[in-house]
Every structure is written in structure tokens, then in C-alpha cells.
């Protein structure tokens, strides 16, 4: 059995190569994350078109997903790095003549009141505000640690005047546009305005935008916000220095239980196997997470610092793979979600597949609705898709169960949709279920689920 929970794999300096790329391909990658927080246009244009020729000469799909920096706030004006104490004074200022170091963003720091909590270095060093002076705050540490120059810096107050979309932000998206990007992922979302301004930047493209959840204004505002994204990514990183990590578990769940009711893709992201980024094996706790992470209902997992950076990253895919094909063993298929009326047909193929002698269930959609809902009720056999949106084809990378998709423009009849079905796949004919969304322009059926056992 083929994994059914997609991996996404990010490059960096030890994958960003032809050999590299080929080899997590074939160990099962199925979308690769470009972080444009690092690299040029030029470098990340040179690196789509490698993941593009690399992945037609395997005859795979393979998405890309351009994951937007956003307004990450960093420390800035450290000379060197400085080690703090519990208890230690300390000034964040714009003015660098007037504070200890600044911030990427000062100009937010006038939004801040005394008994405000400021992290830094992914929550290690926490401060608490205890005075404001207009552009200068200063603080208290409350935790010991090293400062750096570059460090990220988080903060779990509401209300900030950040917008999630910078003039980078905006320039990168219309690259991404410009070069055929699969999915481009938000970072540091508040709010459905966010997509909503993301998406208006779209132009004609069709890419998929996902919503980073890493913002404790995201988590309370996650209902509106999965309702206007095309996929959701549970950002663990950010979200535990901004919510606390112990409160990262169950809102993982929650989180990718609303996606599964909404039937939106849902990433579950990083550190998903932190210690092998330097070592060739995970550790238990590591692998029991990407377990748990799939038994909640994610439809993929994502390998950040593991590939892009790390000594071991064709090891870390087979630890993805491994775990995934075990624990698809005890996976509870066919989820009982009462479907809405949209949903009556996709849910019924899922039903009858478990019931019928079919094969395979196949989707005919042309916007991939349908293939997205037929995939929320988890059926166990395999699903594919056929489409007339050729564009369409990359984006079932990131669909849980999917194994492949074919494009086919135009037919006529169900038995040359079929058969056009077969022979551009490549697999043998057998029974399957076909669950249709779309029928085509000559075609007045309407949607329909079939079990398609004569060829």
C-alpha cells in the first residue's frame, strides 16, 4: 500500500541539487517547499525549473509550494550574541542609541503596554514589559538564554498593527504566479483578510493558497479563516512560542479535525524529526508524533530543517515512509462525517467502495471539489483523478490518498472517458468507482456515482 498522507519535503543547501531532487523523489516525495525567506527570484526560478524537468522525466507529479516569509520580526543590532538571566534589564528600542538592540518591525513597539509579554528565540528567552517610553520598551527577563543577532522574536498579545502581507510578500507572489506555483503558503496570518488580499493578488492563477497558522489571532479566528483558504498549515513552530507549547497538541487536533469537516487539505509542519538533522535515526518520541499527527486526519507532513539543511535527509524520508505505511495499518478509514448535500456523491463512492469489489475510486472534477470531498471521507481503497484543468493535475500532491491523475480535455461518452482513463494511466482495467463532478460539455447526466465493472 502506497503512503496516503503526502510528504512535503523543503530544499536548501544539502537538496538543492539535480542528484538530490531525483533521489527524494523517488523515495516518495510528493511536494517540495521553497523558503522565501532565504534566496532570489533567479535561485528559486533555477530551482522550479530543476523540480519541474527532474519530475517530467519520472513521469511524477510533483507540486511546489512557495512558502512566504511574511512580517517575521527578528532581532537586529547586536553586535555579538549576549547571554540574559532571570531577572536582567534590559531596552528594545528603534533608536539604537537609546535601547540594548531593535527589532525588524520596530515600529510596532509602540503598541505595547506594561505587563506585555515579548519571546525571543523561539520562546527560549522570555521578557516581560515593564515600562514604555513612546518608541522604547524595556524589559524584564523572565528566562535565561542567548540573544542573537537574527533571532526571531514572538509575542502573544492581541491587536498589533501587522500586516501579514509586507511589499516582499507581495513581490514574491506575483513570481510565483509568473512561474506556475502550485500552492503558496501565508505566513504569520490574523485574520480571513489576509487570504482574502493574498488571493486578490492572484491575478489568473489558480495556485492554492494555504493559511500558516503560527498567530494566536489565527487560532481565534480559525473557523472564518478555514473557510476562505484552499489548505491549511499547523505552523508548530511560531504557535507554541506565541500560544504555549503545551497547548500545541490539542490545538493540532483541532485544527485538523475543522479542515477534515471542511474537507481543506491540512499540513501538519515543523520539527517533525529535529534530530536528524544531525543524526541518522529519529527518536521515539519523534516518530510516535508523525503516528499521532496522521491518526488525527492530516493530509500531510512536512520535513523543514530535516532536508533543507541536514546531514541526513534521505534517511529522514524513510522514516516519513515507514511510519506512514505502519500506521495506515490501524487508520480508522471511512470517516462518518454526515455529508452536506454537495457532498452526497463523493461520500457515497466512498461507501460503495468499501462494499463493492472495486479496485480504485476515481474522481472526475474539474475544480478538484470533488476529489477534495471524496478524500475527507477517507476511503481505503486508492483515489484518482481526472480533470480537464490541466493545472489541476500537480495539486492532488497535497490531497490525502491520491495516488495519480490524468488529464483528459474532452470525451464524448463514459466508455471513452474510461478507456482514455486506462490507457493514459497505464493501469490494467478492473472495476473502480467513478464519482463524477463534472461530466463534460457534450455530456447532460449530471453528477453521478458508478460502478464501472464492464470495459
Same mark, same amino acid.
Given at each position: 500500500m502506497k503512503p496516503k498522507v503526502k510528504i512535503i519535503a523543503t530544499l536548501g543547501p544539502s537538496t538543492n541539487n539535480p542528484?538530490?531532487?531525483?533521489?527524494?523523489?523517488?523515495?516518495?516525495?510528493?511536494?517540495?517547499?521553497?523558503?522565501?525567506?532565504?534566496?532570489?527570484?533567479?535561485?528559486?526560478?533555477?530551482?522550479?525549473?530543476?523540480?519541474?524537468?527532474?519530475?517530467?522525466?519520472?513521469?511524477?507529479?510533483?507540486?511546489?509550494l512557495q512558502d512566504i516569509c511574511g512580517p517575521k520580526i527578528r532581532i537586529r543590532g547586536l553586535k555579538k550574541p549576549v547571554e540574559v538571566f532571570r531577572g536582567d534589564v534590559l531596552k528594545v528600542s528603534s533608536d539604537l542609541q537609546k535601547g540594548d538592540f531593535s527589532i525588524s518591525y520596530p !515600529?510596532?513597539?509602540?503598541?505595547?503596554? &506594561?505587563?506585555?509579554?515579548? /519571546?525571543? +528565540?523561539?520562546?527560549? $528567552?522570555? =521578557? @516581560?514589559?515593564?515600562?514604555?517610553?513612546?518608541?522604547?520598551?524595556?524589559?524584564?527577563?523572565l528566562t535565561k538564554g542567548i540573544l542573537k543577532e537574527g533571532k526571531g522574536?514572538?509575542?502573544?498579545?492581541?491587536?498589533?498593527?501587522?500586516?501579514?502581507?509586507?511589499?516582499?510578500?507581495? !513581490?514574491?507572489?506575483?513570481?510565483?504566479? &509568473?512561474?506556475?506555483?502550485? /500552492?503558496? +503558503?501565508?505566513?504569520? $496570518?490574523? =485574520? @480571513?483578510?489576509?487570504?482574502?488580499?493574498?488571493?486578490?493578488?492572484?491575478?489568473?492563477?489558480?495556485?492554492?493558497?494555504v493559511a500558516k497558522i503560527e498567530r494566536k489571532s489565527a487560532v481565534e479566528e480559525i473557523d472564518k479563516i478555514i473557510k476562505v483558504s484552499d489548505a491549511i498549515m499547523v505552523a508548530r513552530g511560531d504557535l507554541g512560542a506565541e500560544i504555549?507549547?503545551?497547548?500545541?497538541?490539542?490545538?493540532?487536533?483541532?485544527?485538523?479535525?475543522?479542515?477534515?469537516?471542511?474537507?481543506?487539505?491540512?499540513?501538519?509542519?515543523?520539527?517533525?524529526?529535529?534530530?536528524?538533522?544531525?543524526?541518522?535515526?529519529?527518536?521515539?518520541?519523534?516518530?510516535?508524533?508523525?503516528?499521532?499527527?496522521?491518526?488525527?486526519?492530516?493530509?500531510?507532513?512536512?520535513?523543514?530543517?530535516?532536508?533543507?539543511?541536514?546531514?541526513?535527509?534521505?534517511?529522514?524520508?524513510?522514516?516519513?515512509?515507514?511510519?506512514?505505511?505502519?500506521?495506515?495499518k490501524s487508520y480508522p478509514y471511512h470517516k462518518n462525517f454526515i455529508p452536506d448535500i454537495k457532498e452526497a456523491f463523493p461520500h457515497a463512492a466512498s461507501n460503495l467502495s468499501e462494499k463493492l469489489p472495486a479496485s480504485f475510486c476515481v474522481a472526475l472534477t474539474r475544480s478538484g471539489y470533488t476529489l477534495k470531498h471524496l478524500s475527507k471521507f477517507r476511503p481505503q481503497k486508492p483515489i484518482y483523478c481526472i480533470t480537464p484543468t490541466l493545472s489541476l493535475l500537480n495539486k492532488t500532491t497535497l490531497i490525502w490518498g491520491v495516488e495519480g491523475g490524468v488529464y483528459i480535455k474532452e470525451f464524448y461518452t463514459e466508455k471513452e472517458l474510461v478507456d482514455k482513463f486506462f490507457q493514459i494511466s497505464g493501469i490494467k482495467p478492473q472495476p473502480f468507482i467513478l464519482v463524477t463532478g463534472y461530466l463534460g460539455e457534450k455530456i447532460s447526466q449530471g453528477r453521478s456515482v458508478r460502478f464501472i465493472s464492464r470495459f
Open positions: 542528484e538530490s531532487v531525483s533521489a527524494l523523489i523517488d523515495k516518495g516525495v510528493n511536494v517540495f517547499r521553497l523558503n522565501f525567506s532565504y534566496g532570489t527570484h533567479q535561485e528559486h526560478e533555477k530551482t522550479i525549473r530543476l523540480i519541474r524537468e527532474i519530475s517530467s522525466k519520472k513521469g511524477r507529479l510533483v507540486g511546489i !515600529e510596532i513597539l509602540s503598541d505595547f503596554q &506594561k505587563g506585555d509579554l515579548i /519571546f525571543f +528565540a523561539d520562546g527560549t $528567552v522570555q =521578557s @516581560e514589559v515593564i515600562d514604555t517610553d513612546k518608541e522604547t520598551l524595556t524589559l524584564k527577563i522574536v514572538n509575542f502573544p498579545k492581541d491587536g498589533l498593527s501587522l500586516n501579514a502581507l509586507t511589499k516582499k510578500d507581495q !513581490e514574491d507572489i506575483r513570481f510565483g504566479v &509568473k512561474m506556475n506555483i502550485d /500552492f503558496i +503558503a501565508i505566513s504569520f $496570518v490574523s =485574520s @480571513e483578510k489576509d487570504i482574502i488580499e493574498a488571493k486578490s493578488l492572484l491575478q489568473d492563477s489558480d495556485a492554492w493558497i504555549g507549547l503545551s497547548r500545541v497538541p490539542t490545538l493540532q487536533k483541532e485544527i485538523i479535525a475543522k479542515s477534515n469537516m471542511e474537507g481543506k487539505p491540512v499540513i501538519t509542519a515543523t520539527q517533525m524529526l529535529t534530530s536528524m538533522i544531525n543524526s541518522p535515526y529519529p527518536t521515539r518520541a519523534e516518530v510516535s508524533d508523525i503516528a499521532n499527527a496522521l491518526l488525527d486526519g492530516t493530509d500531510a507532513v512536512m520535513l523543514s530543517d530535516e532536508t533543507a539543511i541536514g546531514n541526513y535527509p534521505l534517511e529522514a524520508l524513510d522514516v516519513i515512509v515507514e511510519t506512514i505505511k505502519e500506521t495506515q
